[in-house]
Structures are given as structure tokens and as C-alpha cells.
């Protein structure tokens, strides 16, 4: 089991900045690939970014070059820093940790933190 705990989310203006945080706890962390999802109101959960257990990431289009996903094992926590953020990244973002092969796939992630809210204003 493991054990996932989002922070770091807010309200923010548009072109700002937050960091999310996800400290994982219980088994080892290093083992597994992690991912940050997010769901809007009214719109499925979708693929935000990932990163294994090597520091190979993958990110979905319409945020690459403003998100940047790290993780850091000795703290156990991943974390996820979006710049230049804009109203449509507004969401509950969720960290998870990966068992499965489909990076894109929620259903390949076993375990879930709780999501952390953002909101970007125009």
C-alpha cells in the first residue's frame, strides 16, 4: 500500500504560478512510476504528467513547456510546479502512483492521493 497526500493548490491569477506537492508514505516510493491527473467540473479525469522511477517524463500536450513534473525519493514526494498558468487548468489535481503500463490510463494507477484544488482567474 501507498499512501498519497496532495498540497499545494490555490487560487491564482492567470499567467501565474503554483507548486504541488504529493508525499507519499508505505511502501517503497522509488519503485514505482508517478503521475499527476486532473478532473474539471462536469469533464473526466485526465493525464496531466508523469515521471518514473528513472526521471523519464512524459507530459500532455497542452501543458508541456509550462508544467514540469520532478520527484524527489529522499523526501518521498513528487511534485509538480505549473508556470504560465491559464483559466482552463483549473481543476482538482490528483497524484498517483503507476503499477500498470499505460502512462495515459488512470486504470493503471493503483493508488490515489486525495486531489488538491487549483483555480486560475481571467
Known amino acids: 500500500q501507498v499512501q498519497l497526500v496532495e498540497s499545494g493548490g490555490g487560487l491564482v491569477q492567470a499567467g501565474g504560478s503554483l507548486r504541488l506537492s504529493c508525499a507519499a508514505s508505505?511502501?517503497?516510493?522509488?519503485?514505482?512510476?508517478m503521475g499527476w491527473f486532473r478532473q474539471a467540473p462536469g469533464k473526466e479525469r485526465e493525464f496531466v504528467a508523469t515521471?518514473?522511477?528513472?526521471?523519464?517524463?512524459v507530459y500532455r500536450d497542452p501543458v508541456k513547456g509550462r508544467f514540469t513534473i520532478s520527484r524527489d525519493s529522499a523526501k518521498n514526494t513528487v511534485y509538480l510546479q505549473m508556470n504560465s498558468l491559464k483559466p482552463e487548468d483549473t481543476a482538482v489535481y490528483y497524484c498517483a502512483a503507476r503499477t500498470g503500463n499505460r502512462i495515459y490510463d488512470a486504470n493503471s494507477y493503483a493508488y490515489w492521493g486525495q486531489g488538491t484544488q487549483v483555480t486560475v482567474s481571467s
Open positions: 515521471i518514473s522511477w528513472s526521471g523519464a517524463t
Open positions: 508505505g511502501q517503497t516510493f522509488s519503485g514505482y512510476g
